[in-house]
């Protein structure tokens, strides 16, 4: 399989911030591949990066195997969807759609002919005449796919797309957008600060933190092997345990994180395992299973429990003392930072 976009040591910097730090990927030909990360942690300048609108400080980039280096954006087999879909008021859905067309000089008969297949696969044959102002937020972000569709690039960069939507019509949207990546075969490279969106989608994540990728590895990976407390923090919902009470645990500073259903409860501590004695704060119901909350040595930890196990028997209370405990396996080491 052929690599669709590298970067290696690519670096741009706004003044003294640098945006983007020494980023070295390399992104496969039909992947889907997310760049995660907190805002300002330089994933949108990666995405402009490649499309062309930014040009690196020092590195380069190669898209399929050329470097891109003085290639302009219209040039490159690339195209971005943005955030606020950047669509034209006045103008029809068909005519948004055919616009790249147009700038390209393609005759209307073959315009008209794949605007309406680019509007079929988003789902929206048959609204070509109306105006964006008629159409609900989910089928405008469909014409803004529609569009960036139409000129056939071999990536499309998307720079979250779902941002403006409701959590029921991104959900919704995070399938369509997976099964138009599989129908399509094309290299997606999405932008987002959702982790869920991230994970839920992707081939492969990078995880971005101030210019850097922190981990690049599939959503599974990431989530149950984080390298470090940026990454265990940010992805997952896990316990991240630091400091001295990592010292007072394992008898070692180094963090680590802890799944919340690895942890089990007791009303008296097992020398066999690691543990500790805490305090119940609060108990929520969520139906097949129930989250405790617990403060260890002042630290929050949260143990996640099946309604039918044992260690609710003891029907806890908010002040309780309790043992809790997990298996020496299911701790994950992590590192400080890069
Ligand atoms: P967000 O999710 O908020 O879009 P991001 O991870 O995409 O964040 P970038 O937009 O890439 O982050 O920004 C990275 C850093 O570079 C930020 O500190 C930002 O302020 C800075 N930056 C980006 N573009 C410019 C610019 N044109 N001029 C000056 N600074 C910029």
Redesign the pocket.
């Known amino acids: 399989m052929s690599i669709a976009v590298e970067f290696s040591a690519v670096s741009?910097s706004?003044?003294n911030?640098?945006?983007?730090d020494q980023v070295s990927i390399q992104i496969q030909e039909g992947e889907f591949f997310s760049?995660l990360?907190?805002?300002?942690?330089?994933?949108?300048?990666?995405?402009?990066l490649i499309a062309g609108f930014?040009q690196p400080s020092s590195g380069s980039i190669r898209i399929f195997g050329q470097e891109a280096g003085g290639v302009p954006p219209y040039e490159r087999d690339v195209n971005t969807v943005f955030q606020d879909y950047a669509l034209f008021p006045h103008m029809s859905v068909r005519d948004n759609v055919a616009y790249g067309l147009m700038v390209k000089g393609v005759a209307k008969p073959e315009r008209l002919q794949r605007a309406e297949e680019a509007l079929q696969l988003v789902a929206l044959g048959g609204y070509g005449d109306r105006s964006p102002a008629q159409l609900s937020g989910g089928q405008r972000q469909r014409v803004a796919l529609a569009r960036a569709l139409i000129n056939r690039p071999r990536v499309l960069l998307l720079?979250?797309p779902l941002g403006a939507l409701d959590l029921k019509l991104r959900e919704q949207m995070q399938l369509e957008l997976k099964s138009l990546h599989r129908q399509l075969g094309i290299t997606f490279v999405y932008?987002t600060?959702d982790q869920g969106e991230a994970l839920s989608m992707s081939d492969r994540v990078a995880v971005?933190n101030k210019?850097r990728i922190e981990q690049l590895a599939p959503p599974r990976e990431l989530y149950n092997q984080p390298q470090t407390v940026f990454v265990a923090d940010f992805v997952g919902t896990a316990n991240i345990i630091r400091g001295a009470l990592a010292q007072q645990l394992t008898g070692q500073a180094q963090a680590f994180s802890i799944r919340p259903e690895h942890i089990r409860l007791a009303a008296a501590i097992d020398r066999e395992q690691i543990n500790a004695e805490g305090e119940v704060l609060d108990i929520q119901f969520h139906g097949a299973s129930s989250r405790v909350e617990i403060r260890v040595n002042g630290q929050q930890l949260a143990a996640v429990l099946p309604n039918d196990s044992s260690d609710l028997s003891m029907r806890l209370q908010p002040g309780q003392p309790v043992a809790i405990s997990w298996p020496r396996a299911a701790m994950v080491a992590l590192r400080e930072g890069l």
């Open positions: 741009r706004f003044g911030v640098k945006a983007v760049m990360g907190p805002s300002g942690s330089g994933k949108t300048t990666c995405l402009r930014e720079d979250e932008v600060h971005f210019g």
